[in-house]
């Protein structure tokens, strides 16, 4: 299997180089083409594939094509490299709020797969949610699950719909994550702690905490009972959490971001 991706940014070169480590593709059957000359040298220099600065014929031999570029960009790139499509070939997007029927009908082909990776796939750990056209074969699904478990966890939907949805949860949810760790770290600090040791405390109590998740069957609400103990200082914590209706707070902000998410669509 050839792959072409256009796009040498940071999803990019993450997916090229989780596909050659994971040996689903060689160095021979992976092209890059990225417009940039700055970027396109600083590539050929990671020995993933063979890089390109513009489109010619090597672009009707990939049997998959990615996306891989900012959306504000379509309309440049589908008059680019259109004249070298065809329309039996696969094209994956990762570009943010760009249907499906958009990219069908700015490239003239009908086998399209929408997907919304995330940044932990960049170390192996992300998740990506994805989306096709009804003319993307099940066996061409297997191949598209299978290139992007290599980089963390998969989630197939039917309605495209749920790409948004999951743009507001895992794609926008690294940034959240983040932002409550810093919230402990800043809270650590306070109290009294050094930067280094309110880091470490932080980063080890969410690693211990998704450990214990993912050993057990326990719900998040069981493991919140079993640290919690009656009038003690977890009871308080959550006590003055639900005054400030921080998980009302989190929900909305997970809604407004889903609400973006579907303007961006519209857009695009």
């Known amino acids: 299997m050839k792959i072409l991706i256009i796009g040498g940014g940071n999803m990019g070169l993450t997916f090229a180089k989780s596909f050659i480590n994971s040996k689903i593709v060689d ?32 672009v009707e031999d990939a049997d998959l094509i990615i996306l891989a570029v900012k959306p504000q960009d379509i309309n440049s790139l589908f008059g680019t490299i259109k004249p070298f499509i065809s329309e039996q070939q696969v094209v994956l997007s990762i570009m943010a709020g760009v249907k499906i029927n958009t990219i069908q009908e ?29 003319e993307v074969t099940r066996i061409e699904l297997v191949m598209i699950q299978n290139l992007l478990s290599a980089s963390g966890k998969t989630v197939y939907t039917d309605d495209e719909v749920m790409i948004d949805a999951a743009t507001a949860i895992s794609g926008s949810g690294p940034a959240y994550v983040f932002y409550f760790m810093q919230g402990m770290i800043e809270s650590a600090k306070a109290l009294g702690f050094s930067q280094s040791e309110s880091e470490l405390l932080t980063y080890q109590t969410f690693r211990g905490a998704i ?15 079993k640290v919690t103990s009656k009038g003690g200082t977890t009871a308080a914590a959550f006590e003055s959490f639900v005054q400030q209706r921080v998980k009302e707070g989190y929900q909305e902000g997970i809604e407004t971001a889903f609400r973006r998410a579907q303007e961006l669509s519209e857009l695009a």
């Open 27 to 58: 160095n021979s059957n992976m092209l890059i083409l990225e417009k940039s000359m700055k970027k396109a040298d600083e590539l050929k220099k990671l020995s993933i594939g063979t890089v390109f600065g513009e489109p010619d014929d090597y």
């Open 106 to 134: 700015g490239l003239g082909l009908k086998k399209v797969v929408r997907v919304m990776p995330n940044l932990p796939a960049q170390i192996g750990t992300g998740m990506s949610v994805f989306s096709s056209s009804a």
């Open 211 to 225: 450990d214990l998740f993912n050993k057990h069957d326990f719900t998040c609400e069981e493991w919140i009972d």
